[in-house]
């Protein structure tokens, strides 16, 4: 059972990752004005970032004996050219990843597997990190 409940969390937080891929190359190609300088390398970035999350979180699954989804969380990415739009849907996708890895980290307690858990909480901090940014960027 628990690997069953762990494996549909992790598949979860793939998806959401799969959608961070999607929003961040879309919105590192929209950015404008003078933000674009600071804003488009580092949604280039993200988007970087959240494949090798999402690689390391379909490997886990496989590793569990599961399936790892291939669509995106269905939450929609918004379409705009106002920075500060983009910033505020970033925030709101790296809180709803953050929350997500913060459950599995949860089940992964029960789990008897060092190098799952080592490889998701790094995961998990880095989203922590990814939402401090962002805030500090809002402000």
């Avoid at 929609?76 to 790296?94: A, G, K, N, W």
């Amino acid at each position: 059972m628990l690997h069953a409940t762990l494996i549909a969390k992790l598949n979860e937080a793939l998806g959401w990752e799969l959608r961070a891929i999607n929003m961040y190359a879309h919105y590192a190609a929209n950015v404008r004005g003078i933000h674009r300088l600071q804003l488009g390398p580092m949604f280039d970035s993200e988007a970087t970032e959240s494949l090798a999350h999402a690689n390391i979180v379909r490997q886990s699954i496989v590793k569990l004996q599961g399936i790892p989804v291939t669509e995106r969380a269905p939450h929609p990415i918004i379409h705009t050219t106002e920075y500060s739009e983009m910033l505020q849907f970033s925030l709101e996708t790296e809180t709803q990843a953050a929350a997500v890895y913060g459950d599995v980290m949860i089940q992964l307690e029960e789990a008897d597997d060092q190098d799952l858990k080592d490889a998701i909480e790094q995961i998990y901090l880095a989203e922590l990190r990814s939402v401090e940014e962002l805030r500090l960027l809002m402000e």
